[in-house]
């Protein structure tokens, strides 16, 4: 059972969240609640109000932590600050590009953060929802727009929604991960909120392959989307040999130092983990 005083942490997260979205009735879509329970929460009557699964959910989604271990901190590493310089570059003039770079390296940490904190701004995991119905009835749901009905009516409705907006930004990470058909759409959706909404697509090595295999062997899309993020794989990791070694552990140690507990050898621990941020977490919060 969720335990009261995480309910209470979760409540707080949900209202420094709120400020990102034009209504309550919008933010509770989002939430996946209805409009009287998430009215009830916001007054701190959290009793029987939601399933564990649920508040575990919610827990999830806002990045609360379940237990009563400390917050990890984010860390403005090279990477996060040239990714965030990027994303909001894009919001605020409606632009789009492309982010391609080697795994763990705190793209998604970034990604997230921006999301959270920028007004009309929505991140999606796209190796979570990697079909054209699922990404777009997801990125519907975040903006706390009713993503149920007939799928066509899902993505007009988000398109006409984006176009109201203030400078809206969808962030796809993971963008190698979704089957062709919702890369069309994704060519669509762009098409109709053109010089409105920024979109911004990240990933590996993995998207940038498959995007350049459908742009040599011309399918049909492809092109298109490469042309509109700018026609440029943004990165910011050196080339292989000492320079990327040397970047790579300097971020570690970035991360480490700050979130060791007092007395540990953080170098130790970013040694250990050879640059990969994630290593780096597991190192530290499993004490391996």
């Known amino acids: 059972m969720i335990a009261n005083d995480i309910k209470t942490k979760i409540v707080l997260a949900i209202s420094g969240n709120r400020q990102n979205y034009a209504s309550d009735s919008k933010h509770a879509v989002a939430l996946g609640i209805s409009t009287s329970v998430y009215s009830e929460i916001k007054k701190g009557n959290t009793e029987q109000k939601l399933s564990d699964a649920k508040w575990m959910s919610i827990a999830r989604r806002l990045g609360v932590s379940l237990d009563d271990s400390a917050e990890w901190q984010i860390v403005k590493t090279p990477t996060f600050e040239y990714l965030s310089a990027q994303l909001e570059l894009c919001r605020a003039n409606s632009l789009s590009g492309m982010f391609c770079d080697i795994p763990n390296i705190g793209k998604t940490v970034a990604a997230r953060h921006h999301a959270k904190t920028h007004k009309n701004v929505v991140y999606v995991d796209c190796s979570q929802v990697k079909t054209k119905q699922r990404l777009f009835r997801f990125i519907a749901r975040e903006f706390g727009l009713t993503s149920?009905?007939?799928?066509?009516?899902?993505?007009?409705?988000?398109?006409?929604?984006?176009?109201?907006?203030?400078?809206?930004?969808?962030?796809?990470?993971?963008?190698?991960?979704?089957?062709?058909?919702?890369?069309?759409?994704?060519?669509?959706?762009?098409?109709?909120?053109?010089?409105?909404?920024?979109?911004?697509?990240?990933?590996?090595?993995?998207?940038?392959?498959?995007?350049?295999?459908?742009?040599?062997?011309?399918?049909?899309?492809?092109?298109?989307?490469?042309?509109?993020?700018?026609?440029?794989?943004?990165?910011?990791t050196p080339p292989e040999g000492d320079e990327r070694r040397k970047f790579?552990?300097?971020?570690?140690?970035?991360?480490?130092?700050?979130?060791?507990?007092?007395?540990?050898?953080?170098?130790?621990?970013?040694?250990?983990?050879?640059?990969?941020?994630?290593?780096?977490?597991?190192?530290?919060?499993?004490?391996?």
Not at 214 to 225: D, M, Q, R, S
Not at 255 to 275: E, F, H, L, M, V
Request: aromatic content about 10%.
């Open 148 to 236: 149920t009905v007939r799928y066509t009516d899902v993505f007009d409705d988000l398109v006409f929604y984006l176009r109201s907006l203030d400078h809206p930004q969808i962030i796809l990470d993971e963008v190698g991960d979704l089957v062709y058909e919702a890369f069309l759409e994704i060519k669509a959706a762009w098409n109709g909120t053109e010089g409105c909404c920024s979109w911004y697509l990240m990933g590996a090595d993995g998207f940038k392959a498959k995007l350049e295999r459908g742009v040599g062997l011309k399918t049909v899309g492809f092109a298109e989307i490469r042309s509109r993020c700018g026609d440029k794989y943004n990165s910011i």
């Open 248 to 288: 790579l552990l300097g971020q570690a140690m970035m991360i480490a130092q700050a979130n060791a507990s007092t007395g540990t050898d953080y170098r130790q621990i970013a040694r250990k983990s050879d640059g990969s941020l994630r290593r780096v977490y597991t190192l530290i919060t499993k004490g391996e």
